[in-house]
């Protein structure tokens, strides 16, 4: 788009009081924001209310600072991905966010824009997850990009990082989903910023092989209110919801509300009666959701095709074969189960002296195999 009507889009999204309902009524009734500013008061109140209507003929006091600061975004493009706008309307809008009652006006993307999503899943939880939790979501991010899928999360510390690098992971090994983006980040702020710091590099990985999204202008903070509204995007490109751990009062539960009232499914994966960041999950369960212990659940239960299925089973037995026999496990895992377990119960289990079973449990622990929780809690890191 040229620079006049770039102006306009922004304007028409900056306009207090205008959200994303009133401007779709005025784009279908005007045709283009352009159109749109150029009506009198009295035609606007044919659509708005008459605050909005007074509203829109004000230039916004930040619309000349960003629309320079977009059309420099836009006129930079990295040499190994790509910066784009699209509009409500634009055939590169994704058709998934339509159905939302209040679906952006505009996003900003940053990555593989050449590419499309395919069928793609959600993967939500908690961002204090428990060792196990934080694994689980790497290990159904990674299957499920290799049976074809795009992982879809939101970039948070936890189990949303942990669900993009196993997808990342996946994607270097699938060869299905070439032309397809391995994984989507929906992000709470501007795109010319990564939030949280921690996962810059991350945020640089997916733009190389996927995609991140904002609705939020260039220059947008993480502001704790957007990262709720953002969710229902995330809800709304995957066929399903699946949440690996959270809690009964969290932003995952918001998504699954949100996916349901989309219309799509919601999965949900147990955990241990004694971990907070089960209980959402086993809530979900009980309302309903679709308990999941492996990734070929989430495929069954979203109706996909049998080739994907394929592909993961497969995938899986090479896994399998590679994992080698139940035999070769220490012992000390067998006396934990998967289930967090205090120094003093796993004592009485396994009947070591004091000495020795801190000195085994911290060698698992350095070779990635045990995870210490708060608490003075341990946990076997298993496979999912």
């Known amino acids: 788009m040229d620079k006049n009507e770039l102006r306009a889009w922004l304007r028409l999204s900056m306009t207090e009081g205008v959200g994303n309902d009133a401007a779709r009524r005025l784009l279908a009734c005007f045709g283009s924001p352009l159109a749109v500013f150029e009506q009198t008061e009295a035609a606007l109140r044919q659509v708005a209310t008459a605050a909005q209507a007074q509203a829109l003929l004000n230039v916004p006091n930040e619309l000349a600072v960003q629309s320079v600061r977009t059309h420099q975004w836009l006129m930079h493009q990295p040499d190994t991905y790509s910066h784009a706008l699209w509009t409500l309307g634009d055939p590169l809008y994704p058709s998934e966010l339509l159905q939302l009652t209040d679906p952006p006006l505009m996003i900003y993307v940053a990555g593989q824009t050449d590419r499309t999503m395919g069928n793609a899943v959600a993967i939500v939880g908690s961002r204090n997850p428990t060792p196990q939790g934080a694994q689980t979501a790497e290990q159904f991010g990674e299957a499920l990009c290799i049976a074809g899928l795009c992982v879809v999360s939101g970039l948070a510390l936890g189990v949303d990082g942990a669900a993009h690098t196993g997808a990342l992971r996946g994607g270097s090994r699938a060869t299905a989903i070439d032309q397809h983006w391995h994984t989507v980040a929906v992000v709470g702020t501007g795109l010319d910023r990564v939030y949280p710091r921690q996962h810059q590099a ?19 903070a993480p502001l704790p209110h957007h990262f709720p509204k953002r969710n229902r995007i995330i809800a709304a490109l995957g066929l399903g919801t699946l949440v690996v751990e ?73 896994d399998e074969e590679d994992a080698g026999s139940p035999c070769d496990e220490h012992p000390l895992l067998t006396h934990m189960g998967f289930a967090p377990v205090s120094l003093d119960a796993l004592q009485a289990r396994c009947g070591l002296d004091t000495a020795t079973l801190q000195a085994q449990l911290l060698t698992l622990e350095l070779d990635g195999a045990v995870g210490r929780l708060p608490g003075g809690l341990f946990q076997r890191l298993g496979t999912a």
């Open 202 to 220: 991350l945020a640089g990985q997916i733009a190389l092989h996927g995609l991140l999204i904002s609705e939020y202008h260039l220059g947008t």
């Open 246 to 318: 959270a809690a009964l009062k969290s932003g995952s539960l918001i998504t699954a509300k949100m996916a349901l009232d989309l219309n799509r499914e919601v999965l949900a994966i147990p955990g241990s009666i004694h971990a907070t960041q089960s209980h959402g999950c086993h809530a979900l369960i009980r309302q309903g959701a679709k308990l999941v212990e492996n990734a070929q659940d989430v495929l069954e239960e979203l109706q996909l095709a049998p080739q994907q299925q394929v592909n993961l089973l497969a995938d899986a037995l090479e």
